[in-house]
């Protein structure tokens, strides 16, 4: 792309969203300093003894779920306005995906015969099946109906299956042109636009970093069948020994995709259909990079998780971060807490973000460092507008 198309893209692309961001954000320069948004520690869920790989909410906000390598726990709002454990599910969880009404949690396993296999889970914690014939799982994710869940094994091929059968509906073919290097040996990251017909992956081949899926219902021969098909990449330029896809999000309009890069601390957002690169915004440089990011239900914010411990919350509309907080542990020595994962309330109202990381007790009084510990924890930050003091 020649400098003036890019340009030309990035003036589309804030047109368009300071007309979708009206109704959320003032329209003047005047009224947006007149406020200020903040964050405060709203509640620490703690019972982890791992580094918290990843927490979600569900679609009403009234569970989380959140997992380590070892457990998977549910926490219930509660009529005190608090989250409380509800269950702990004892297993192996190298990655896990809840569905959106919190009803249903599927985790990977390793079936030393089998290889990595998929197990259900109800949200009380209770055993419902396992998928008998998908082996060597590596990610999955819902649809946004819930009706399906796509899982994707370590060559890159997806798997559609029927949740309320738990049968499987049909498989994709592999990604073309795979580029087999230590970027690609585990997936880390789906997305799936809010319509459910396209499926985002983190999977590099020459194409592009980021495959993109369409995911079909036909009729054909009379009976309703499945297709997925591959239909395109985004980020190229990402295929790098150097660059690691760190996020991924759709905005909730459908409209836009947003990719996070890891080490070079980039966010790139690309038109949906076209999958043409609209615009970019960068933040501070870190050895530990991005961690993950997500979109406000809204569509009107972009979290992104630093390597640092630091939560920045970008303005999409008006290009330029409006809070920035430490959520975890900052570098300390040579050790590091970083965030495991980021993620909206529905109503916008709480991040929350997890702990993955290690650091040293400092013991003032021997002026010595003690027992090295993990951040296991799981946090909500209260997000809140008030009015800026400056502003008479």
């Excluded at 957002?269 to 870190?286: C, E, Q, T, V, Y």
Aim: hydrophobic letters at 40%; proline letters at 4%.
């Amino acid at each position: 792309m020649n400098q003036l198309g890019a340009l030309e893209n990035m003036s589309v692309f804030l047109s368009m969203y300071t007309r979708r961001g009206e109704k959320y954000m003032p329209g003047n320069s005047k009224d947006v300093s007149s406020f200020k948004v903040v964050a405060s520690l709203y509640q620490t869920l703690q019972g982890h003894n791992h580094a918290v790989l990843g927490a979600s909410f569900s679609n009403d906000g009234h569970v989380i779920v959140s997992h380590d390598p070892c457990t998977i726990r549910v926490w219930k709002w509660h009529d005190q306005q608090q989250y409380v454990s509800h269950c702990v599910i004892e297993t192996e969880a190298t990655a896990i995906a809840t569905s959106h009404d919190g009803c249903f949690i599927a985790s990977i396993y390793e079936d030393r015969i089998l290889g990595e296999k998929v197990r259900l889970w109800s949200s009380d914690g209770k055993w419902v099946t396992d998928l008998s014939s998908q082996h060597d799982a590596c990610h999955m994710i819902f649809t946004p109906d819930d009706r399906q869940l796509a899982v994707v094994d370590h060559s890159g091929c997806v798997s559609l299956w029927d949740v309320t059968t738990w049968t499987l509906l049909c498989e994709s073919d592999l990604p073309p042109n795979a580029i087999k290097t230590r970027l690609n040996n585990r997936i880390r990251f789906l997305a799936f636009a809010p319509d459910g017909q396209r499926l985002a992956i983190e999977w590099y081949t020459q194409n592009g970093a980021v495959q993109i899926y369409e995911i079909e219902e036909i009729l054909h021969g009379g009976e309703i069948q499945w297709q997925i098909s591959w239909s395109g990449a985004v980020a190229p330029a990402m295929v790098q020994a150097h660059s690691i896809v760190r996020g991924l999000s759709y905005s909730p309009d459908w409209q836009y995709l947003a990719v996070a890069s890891d080490m070079e601390c980039i966010v790139w957002i690309f038109d949906a259909f076209s999958l043409h690169l609209i615009g970019s915004f960068n933040l501070p440089r870190s050895i530990y990079g991005i961690a993950d990011i997500a979109y406000s239900s809204d569509g009107t914010y972009l979290a992104l998780a630093h390597g640092d411990g630091t939560v920045w919350v970008w303005d999409v509309a008006y290009q330029n971060p409006i809070l920035t907080f430490s959520a975890h542990l900052g570098d300390i020595g040579p050790y590091s807490t970083v965030i495991g994962s980021i993620d909206w309330s529905p109503n916008d109202r709480l991040i929350m973000t997890t702990g993955v990381g290690l650091y040293k007790n400092w013991d003032a009084d021997t002026e010595k460092s003690t027992l090295d510990k993990i951040d296991s924890s799981v946090k909500l930050w209260k997000i809140q507008k008030i009015p800026n003091p400056r502003i008479s």
